[in-house]
């Protein structure tokens, strides 16, 4: 095993515990720590308020190593030339998707605690539309799009590998 297998090992690695940690970790809040509290006797707006701004920290920390390996692991999967059409729309529909992953995270930062959005009671729709764009906006949306990403990668894994035999 040379150097740049090392790194490549390393890089990886980080990519996927961070993607399992945010994915993970969302996916948490939703199925368990929110229908916990919701269920709980005591007020719980405290406990919402730790948690949120833990996992603040993890998702963006999670999101700077994904940006940063992600980039490392599209170069070394492009740049020998082995790789076909389908692997190279799958990979922009997955960039795609974990873009609208980035914006959505960090657009909730700057309106309110990040778990708050989850808990958050859904307004009065006026619309349709409104009704829509609410929806493709929320968290759960986020938690959506990183099991379709989790899918698309899998996918890229065996292009990849159909690319080289
Ligand atoms: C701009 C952002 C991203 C880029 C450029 C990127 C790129 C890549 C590339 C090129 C691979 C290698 C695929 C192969 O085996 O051929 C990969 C693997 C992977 N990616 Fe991403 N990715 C990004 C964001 C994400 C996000 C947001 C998630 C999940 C939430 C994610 C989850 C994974 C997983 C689980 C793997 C498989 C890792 C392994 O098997 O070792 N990625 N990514």
Redesign the pocket.
């Given at each position: 095993m040379s150097v740049g297998d090392v790194f490549l090992l390393v890089v990886?690695?980080l990519?996927?515990v961070?993607?399992?940690a945010?994915?993970g970790g969302s996916l948490f809040y939703l199925l368990v720590l929110r229908p916990a509290l919701r269920r709980s006797p005591e007020p719980s707006g405290w406990l919402n308020a730790a948690a949120a701004s833990e996992f603040r920290a993890l998702v963006d920390t999670?999101?700077l190593v994904?940006?940063t390996?992600?980039?490392?692991?599209?170069?070394?999967?492009?740049t020998p030339g082995v790789?076909g059409t389908p692997?190279v729309l799958t990979?922009g529909v997955?960039?795609a998707?974990?873009?609208w992953?980035?914006i959505l995270a960090l657009g909730r930062r700057r309106r309110t605690a990040l778990l708050d959005a989850y808990r958050q009671a859904p307004e009065p729709t006026t619309s349709r539309l409104q009704g829509l764009v609410r929806a493709v906006s929320g968290y759960n949306t986020i938690v959506i799009?990183?099991?379709v990403?989790?899918l698309?990668?899998?996918l890229?894994?065996v292009?990849?590998?159909i690319a080289l035999s």
């Amino acid at each position: 095993m040379s150097v740049g297998d090392v790194f490549l090992l390393v890089v990886r690695w980080l990519h996927l515990v961070s993607a399992a940690a945010w994915v993970g970790g969302s996916l948490f809040y939703l199925l368990v720590l929110r229908p916990a509290l919701r269920r709980s006797p005591e007020p719980s707006g405290w406990l919402n308020a730790a948690a949120a701004s833990e996992f603040r920290a993890l998702v963006d920390t999670s999101i700077l190593v994904l940006l940063t390996t992600g980039i490392i692991l599209t170069l070394n999967r492009l740049t020998p030339g082995v790789v076909g059409t389908p692997y190279v729309l799958t990979l922009g529909v997955k960039i795609a998707l974990s873009v609208w992953m980035f914006i959505l995270a960090l657009g909730r930062r700057r309106r309110t605690a990040l778990l708050d959005a989850y808990r958050q009671a859904p307004e009065p729709t006026t619309s349709r539309l409104q009704g829509l764009v609410r929806a493709v906006s929320g968290y759960n949306t986020i938690v959506i799009l990183g099991i379709v990403v989790f899918l698309l990668s899998d996918l890229l894994k065996v292009l990849f590998e159909i690319a080289l035999s």
